[in-house]
């Protein structure tokens, strides 16, 4: 397996808006185009979002998440809170009405907590959809400002996800889970990045929870707008012909809490920070950072 091309987007704390109007379809989906490609595949910024290639999705409709065991003792955030958070973040956008009372068609399931604590994908063993937290050192060269990173493995001729983990930075970041301390509000981390990891891009529209800023302290990101709603209801349709749920859903190839053996997996690495594709240069600010990482990757 082998990585061809990555691309990263911050969400900047303390910024001003840049836009004056907002188009109807504001939110962005991420697609299979290749930044470094002047082909067929290649990535073009139209109105704020990247056009080319196909939008990611979820085939199944049943889509699990873990977190690893430790959750972040640093911040004194457990596992059971870390996953009740999570959890909640996740069925928030499959909870969405589509209109007429349907909703998208993805559903959310947990499995069991996660020993390993590095992001991979594995072709022939089992696999884990996890939220690491990193207490101890953010393994990316980004000054402290990005506060979770979202991997997501896909397959690139077809936009179908295989895999998505979630890095939170809490050894540069004060991220709470509630109270009265100013600080980052995980749960609405949490709820940004899980439209990451839904296949949703930044939106160019400021209300939206996709929109690439927030504002340090405060939970307006753990509510979802209509722009959310529309693009989450466009990547995963109602109608969208899908098998019904197990008792038991897995991740690609089974769950495992283990970390794959070398020869199975796919260890993902960021090459330092930096923006190839020119995307999360909308807002420049100072502040804390949510931004998401994707990497195109063959895998099966």
């Known amino acids: 397996m082998s990585v061809s091309q990555w691309w990263k987007a ?41 056009t080319g290639g196909l939008p990611l999705f979820w085939k199944p409709r049943c889509i699990t998440y873990s977190v690893q065991e430790d959750a972040s003792p640093k911040l004194g955030i457990s596992y059971e809170a870390a996953n009740t958070l999570i959890g909640n973040a996740l069925r928030k956008w499959a909870a969405v009405d589509c209109g007429g009372g349907t909703h998208p068609s993805i559903e959310i399931f947990p499995t069991p907590p996660v020993v390993c604590n ?27 400002l990005t506060l979770g990173l ?20 809490s050894a540069q ?11 980052s509000d995980f749960a609405s981390i949490a709820t940004h990045e899980s439209g990451h990891v839904l296949g949703l891009s930044h939106s160019t ?14 939970t307006t990101l ?25 008792d038991t859903p897995e991740p ?20 330092g920070s930096g923006n190839p594709s020119g995307r999360g240069a909308l807002l420049l600010a100072a502040g804390l950072a949510l931004a998401w990482i994707r990497r195109h990757r063959q895998a099966r």
């Open 10 to 50: 911050a969400l900047l704390g303390g910024c001003t808006t840049l836009f004056t109007s907002v188009d109807a379809g504001a939110y962005c989906p991420t697609t299979t185009c290749d930044p470094n490609s002047d082909g067929d595949d290649a990535c073009v910024e139209v109105g704020g979002c990247f």
């Open 222 to 246: 753990r509510s979802l707008s209509e722009d959310d709603a529309a693009g989450i209801c466009a990547t995963h349709p109602p109608e969208r012909p899908t098998a019904d749920c197990p």
């Open 150 to 169: 979202t991997t997501i493995t896909f397959n690139v001729e077809t936009g179908e996800i295989y895999d998505a983990d979630v890095e939170i930075n």
């Open 173 to 183: 970041n004060d991220i709470s889970v509630g109270g009265d301390r100013a600080s």
């Open 252 to 271: 690609r190839h089974g769950f495992s809490s283990e970390c794959g053996p070398p020869e199975s997996s796919c260890v993902c690495t960021a090459p």
């Open 118 to 144: 590095r992001v991979e994908y594995n072709d022939n063993a089992g696999n884990a959809n996890v939220w690491i937290f990193h207490d101890a050192e953010w393994p990316y060269d980004d000054d402290g």
């Open 205 to 218: 529209d400021p209300r939206a929870t996709m929109f690439a800023s927030y504002q340090e302290g405060t």
